[in-house]
C-alpha cells in the first residue's frame, strides 16, 4: 500500500521531500508556512484510510518550508479509530517512500510531571509502548528495515539537542521528557496514571509511538515534540475533554509553530 500511495502522491508533486512532519490535534496550522503548498486529500490516496478525529483535516501538504522540501501530514491515524497498525503508519512509510530523511513528529499529551503545566512544549527523548500494539507485528517489509530494529536513539540526540538550543535561542521555554502511549479512546484513570508515573513517562497520549517505531525500522531520523495541554487524570481534580486539548493547542501553536520553523531552518 505504501508503495502505491508513494507513486500516487508522486505524481501529483514536483518535488521529492527531505523533511517530513506529522501534526497532532489542533496543530495543524503550521502548513500556513509552507509554500507553494500542493494539498492531497487522504479520501483520493490508494488504500488511504479517512481520519475521524475533530482537528485532523486528514490531508498531506507538500511544498517549501524555511528553505527544505517538506510534505505535511495535516492529520494522523489513531488505533483507537479501529485501524490496524498498518493503516496507522502508512503516511510515515508513504513519506519514506518519497524520499524523506528526517520525521519530525508532534502530538497533544497530557501532562503527569507534576511540574509541567498545559500549554508547555515537551521534547521527547525516550518513550514507553503501553498500548500493547507495535506496528511492526507479523512479515517484516524487508524493503524498508531489519526484524529487530535498535530503539536505543529512537529520537535521535543531535536533533533533540538542537531543538533545545533553538527554543533557547528564542526564548521559549521547552521541557524535555518521556512520552507514554496508551490505546486510547478513553483518557487514563488516575490509577494507569499513577502507574505511568512510577514507570518514568513525563506525559501521556494516545499516538506516535507506532509512528515513531516505523520510522526507526525504515532508517529514518526522528524528533518528537508534544504539546502539554492538559494534565493527566488524577494530577488535578478536574475531568478531561477533548475540548480542552483543542483550545489549548491552538492557545500554544504560536509558539509551536515558531519552534517548529525555527527548527527547521537550521536542519
Given at each position: 500500500m505504501y508503495k502505491n500511495a508513494a507513486e500516487f502522491v508522486q505524481r501529483k508533486v514536483k518535488i521529492q521531500p527531505e523533511v517530513g512532519l506529522i501534526l497532532g490535534s489542533g496543530l495543524g496550522d503550521v502548513v500556513e508556512a509552507i509554500e507553494d503548498p500542493i494539498f492531497i486529500d487522504y479520501k483520493d490516496i490508494?488504500?488511504?484510510?479517512?481520519?475521524?478525529?475533530p482537528g485532523h483535516k486528514g490531508r498531506f501538504v507538500v511544498g517549501r518550508c524555511q528553505g527544505k522540501k517538506v510534505i505535511a501530514a495535516q492529520g494522523r491515524f489513531h488505533y483507537y479509530e479501529g485501524y490496524d497498525m498498518e493503516q496507522v503508519v502508512l503516511p510515515v512509510r508513504t513519506m519514506k517512500v518519497m524520499g524523506i530523511q528526517i520525521l519530525i513528529v508532534t502530538n497533544s499529551a497530557g501532562g503527569i510531571n507534576p511540574e509541567f503545566s498545559p500549554g508547555d512544549l515537551m521534547v521527547i527523548k525516550d518513550h514507553i509502548n503501553v498500548s500493547g500494539v507495535n506496528p511492526l507485528r507479523g512479515r517484516n517489509r524487508d524493503d524498508l528495515g531489519p526484524r529487530f530494529p535498535d530503539m536505543t536513539y529512537a529520537y535521535d540526540p543531535s536533533l533533540?539537542?538542537?531543538?533545545?538550543?533553538?527554543?533557547k535561542e528564542m526564548g521559549l521555554k521547552v521541557r524535555e521528557g518521556v512520552y507514554a502511549m496508551m490505546p486510547g479512546p478513553s483518557y487514563e484513570t488516575p490509577a494507569e496514571i499513577h502507574m505511568l508515573r512510577v514507570l518514568g513517562a513525563d506525559a501521556v497520549g494516545m499516538s506516535t509511538v507506532p509512528e515513531v517505531i516505523a520510522a526507526v525500522h525504515a532508517g529514518l531520523k526522528v524528533v518528537g515534540i508534544s504539546c502539554i495541554t492538559n494534565m493527566a487524570a488524577g494530577i488535578l481534580d478536574k475531568p478531561l475533554t477533548?475540548?480542552?486539548?483543542?483550545?489549548?493547542?491552538?492557545?500554544?501553536?504560536?509558539?509551536?509553530?515558531?519552534?517548529?520553523?525555527?527548527?527547521?531552518?537550521?536542519?
Open positions: 490508494p488504500g488511504f484510510p479517512k481520519t475521524t478525529v533533540r539537542r538542537l531543538v533545545m538550543d533553538t527554543a477533548h475540548e480542552e486539548v483543542m483550545e489549548t493547542a491552538e492557545r500554544a501553536a504560536k509558539d509551536f509553530a515558531r519552534l517548529l520553523l525555527g527548527f527547521i531552518t537550521k536542519i
